[in-house]
């Protein structure tokens, strides 16, 4: 029920309940949510709390799959009518459960309501740089023309007639494809192989120059970016009612036995798609979900696939550089490498120190996580994962304070 940056869904079914491929399972009210829908057909065998890739338990609805993947009624493609209306179609975006599918898992309707009459560039982020990750690489190969369809519905809600799809330029087929099949209403734009290029600060700067500035959203500067699966999911959601069941994922890292691309229903247990990989070569030392730079430890492959899972990645000990001691050497390097200018040595050292008036004034809320100033660090330090720690509590003290102001409001009022 926790698919997505937002509130979680409620179930709408019980325990015993027969579901179809696509019915509703759980939703909310709450406007930054997404509904979610069956992955498969069969009975409901269970309705409670269940392990969730970022670790923590999360009530979930666990379906007996039948194999029959009967399709719900609700199942059914959209009247070309339904595409002139921004209204409409935002709602047939939500009720198809679509979020950000790049991992930011931001609910599509909501953002597209939040940038009408905003935005007036409209970018689609196919530059996957992170290494070993090729999901999006492999859906603009094997279905540009859908792609493209859901590209151009996305232009036109928000009034506009062009778009601009930024790709690595170290994926030249799919720049050759779909430079080929795209009219004049979709522009490709090759970018230069760097990481995080995908980052969407970096994307909109590389694709137009404008600066998204420090705290504030793409659509402070016009723009709105989504991702290649999620334009494709759009694409089936309008033109086949086919609502966020199944995501491609890449299977890989040197532990994997035949790394692949899946197509894997939302739910699927990490340790079935790793077995529909072939297996492991030997026990991974560590399994990620996303990409080596940003990816989720995992710790129990029982967890599943969620609508975030654009990889999942095992790893041997030969890929493992953490040292029992790490050290700050001042070398700067750390500094050299963050796209986003910070100083990521003292953001370091003042998270160790708890310093949350010195972290905010670092800009620590700045970092993308891209993990660059980890990869790079001679000592070793786990600086990325620190300033994940460092935004956590700086959250925590915000609405510990924010608590604080509304109770002694409440006493004023008293008085
Ligand atoms: S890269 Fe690592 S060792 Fe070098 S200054 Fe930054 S934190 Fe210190
Ligand atoms: S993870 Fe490191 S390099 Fe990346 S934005 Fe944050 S501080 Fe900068």
């Given at each position: 029920m926790s698919l997505h940056i937002g509130a979680p869904c409620t179930p709408t079914v019980t325990v015993g309940e027969t579901v179809s491929l696509g019915q509703v399972i759980g939703d909310s009210k709450a406007p930054i949510s997404a509904p979610i829908h069956a992955s498969v057909s069969g009975k409901v065998v269970a309705v409670e709390p269940r392990l969730h890739p970022n670790g923590s338990k999360v009530m979930s609805v666990v379906i007996e799959n039948?194999?029959?993947?009967?399709?719900?009624?609700?199942?059914v493609p959209h009247d070309?009518?339904?595409?002139?209306?921004p209204e409409v179609l935002t709602g047939i975006i939500r009720r198809a459960g679509i979020?950000?599918?790049?991992?930011?898992?931001?609910p599509t309707a909501f953002k597209i309501s939040s940038g009408l009459n905003k935005v007036d560039t409209v970018i689609i982020n196919?530059?996957?740089?992170?290494?070993?990750?090729?999901s999006d690489h492999r859906t603009m190969l094997e279905h540009p023309d859908e792609l493209l369809e859901g590209i151009r519905i996305l232009t036109k809600v928000f009034g506009l007639s062009v778009a601009h799809v930024g790709i690595e330029k170290n994926k030249p087929d799919a720049i050759d494809l779909l430079s080929k099949k795209c009219g004049d209403d979709i522009k490709i734009v090759p970018l230069p192989t760097?990481?995080?290029?995908?980052?969407e600060k970096q994307l909109i700067q590389s694709i137009t120059g404008r600066q998204v500035p420090?705290?504030?959203?793409?659509a402070d500067v016009g723009c709105v970016v989504f991702n290649v699966f999620t334009a494709y999911s759009v694409y089936r959601a309008v033109?086949?009612?086919?609502?966020?069941?199944e995501r491609v994922v890449t299977v890989a890292g040197d532990s994997v036995n035949t790394p692949s691309n899946f197509i894997c229903r939302i739910g699927t247990p990490l340790e079935y798609v790793f077995e529909a990989a072939?297996?492991?070569?030997?026990?991974?030392?560590k399994v990620l979900m996303?990409?080596?730079?940003m990816g989720v430890a995992q710790?129990?492959?029982?967890a599943p696939v969620i609508k975030a899972t654009n990889a999942i990645l095992a790893f041997s000990g030969k890929e493992d550089k953490s040292v029992k001691n790490p050290t700050c050497i001042r070398c700067g390097k750390c500094s050299e490498v963050c796209p986003m200018c910070l100083v990521p040595m003292y953001m370091y050292m003042y998270e160790r120190k708890s310093d949350l008036v010195s972290l905010e004034r670092l800009h620590?809320?700045?970092?993308?996580?891209?993990?660059a100033c980890t990869y790079v660090c001679p000592g070793r330090l786990h600086l990325t994962q620190s300033f994940r720690t460092a935004k956590e509590k700086l959250r925590a003290e915000k609405a510990k304070k924010q608590a604080a102001a509304e109770k002694a409001e409440k006493e004023v009022q008293k008085v």
């Open positions: 039948d194999g029959l993947d009967t399709l719900h009624e609700s199942v070309k009518e339904d595409l002139t209306d979020v950000g599918m790049g991992g930011a898992t931001f196919a530059a996957e740089c992170e290494p070993y990750i090729t760097r990481y995080p290029q995908g980052a420090p705290g504030g959203l793409p033109y086949e009612g086919m609502p966020v069941i072939g297996g492991f070569k030997a026990a991974p030392r996303g990409g080596p730079m710790f129990d492959l029982s620590v809320t700045d970092c993308i996580e891209c993990g």
